[in-house]
């Protein structure tokens, strides 16, 4: 299930047009921003590329990946991109094409910080794309996210190109998600809504909270702690889907932290 963004993402699907936009995300680890660009991309035409600690060889082979999974070219399959000057040249092209037909397109770089470490040049040429882009008026919507909320909030600091996205900013946590249980039953409240409803089954590792309804397929497994909290996974068809950690708040208020 995918909860509790809803603002964030009315608030690109609100600007996913013919204008250009240039989003920034960054925020700690595992709080959600590739699991919303990965939801905010589906169904468009995109290029969504997660960098990597890496050579500027492994990430640029990476990206025209990432390039030929979204169309193929016969061009890039012979050569990879193999500098990121050449890189930006080729989106721009790609962009020049988008605005010729009509279409726009969501060029994501998320975990950036690596590229930058790898190649410095990077910062630069990513600014002079952008200029290009806002002055032809290209339809990209370029997503540029990542962990490292030093290095964000740097960049930010200093201006340059990330002064002047259009949107964007550190991605919070999710709403804290509370559960309260009594007896065999219990909801999950995620944030302000409202209570999503389980029974308590106990499992062969311990207690199991079955959902109904449309979450039918989703099962919270439950396991102590030395510390008498609980860890949790959610799982659907017995595959993980997420880990939370409950510590308990009050007689029959178990609240993950
Ligand atoms: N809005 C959400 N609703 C439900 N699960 C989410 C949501 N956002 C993230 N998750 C889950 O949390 C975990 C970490 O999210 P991820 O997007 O990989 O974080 P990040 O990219 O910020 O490191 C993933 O398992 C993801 O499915
Ligand atoms: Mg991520």
Known sequence: MFVDREADLQEMERRWGARPQFQLLWGRRRVGKSALIRRFADGKDAIVFQAVAGTVTDQLDLLTRRILAWRSDPELEGSPLSNWA???????????????????????????????????????????????????????????????????????????????????????????????ITGGRGATLIGSLVGIPFRVRAGSRGPVLVYAGPLGLVRDRLRRRQDGGWDGEATVLGVRIGRFRMTRKGASRPVPD
């Open 86 to 180: 050449r890189t930006f040249a080729f989106l721009e092209r790609v962009g020049r094409e988008r605005k010729a037909s009509g279409e726009p397109l969501l060029v994501v770089l998320d975990e950036f910080q690596y590229l930058a470490k790898t190649d410095k040049t990077v910062i630069s040429r990513l600014s002079d794309f952008y200029g290009v882009v806002k002055h032809e008026e290209l339809p990209l919507f370029i997503i540029i996210s990542g962990s490292a909320i030093s290095f964000f909030e740097r960049q930010v600091e200093i201006g340059g190109v990330f002064g002047r996205r259009t949107f964007g900013g550190l991605l919070p946590p999710l709403g804290l998600m509370h559960k309260r």
